[in-house]
Nanobody
Framework: VQLQASGGGLVQAGGSLRLSCAAS?????????MGWFRQAPGKEREFVAA????????FYADSVKGRFTISIDNAKNTVYLQMNSLKPEDTAVYYC?????????????????WGQGTLVTVSS
């Protein structure tokens, strides 16, 4: 599986960005879960959101609930992360990840495949 993340950039606090993660390399099924994680400088990588390949189940970290929305376009094999009301503390490199089984979707160890990351910088 190859994952290509894009859409990062510099935005002012209160603004919005939409990240994309294009997946390729195999035929995906409902067994797959797609996740977004982020890593700020000097901090551990943390869970942001996850979605089932069918789109029927979504999960969010408490810190982004109500501000971020994860979605999936199966026809394009692409997962999106719409980020609204951005805060300076959202500044991080954002990574998309995938796995072909459901486990602890909040944990980095659950995911077998990772994209290269895209930098989001929120200025105050």
């Amino acid at each position: 599986v190859q994952l290509q993340a894009s859409g990062g950039g510099l935005v002012q606090a209160g603004g919005s960005l939409r990240l994309s993660c294009a997946a390729s390399g195999r035929t995906f099924s409902s067994r797959y879960v797609m996740g977004w994680f982020r890593q700020a400088p000097g901090k551990e990588r943390e869970f942001v959101a996850a979605i089932s390949w069918s789109g029927g189940s979504t999960f969010y970290a408490d810190s982004v609930k109500g501000r971020f929305t994860i979605s999936i376009d199966n026809a394009k094999n692409t997962v999106y992360l719409q980020m609204n009301s951005l805060k300076p503390e959202d500044t991080a490199v954002y990574y998309c990840a995938a796995d072909n089984g459901w486990g602890a979707v909040f944990s980095t160890s659950n995911y077998h495949w990772w994209g290269q990351g895209t930098l989001v910088t929120v200025s105050s």
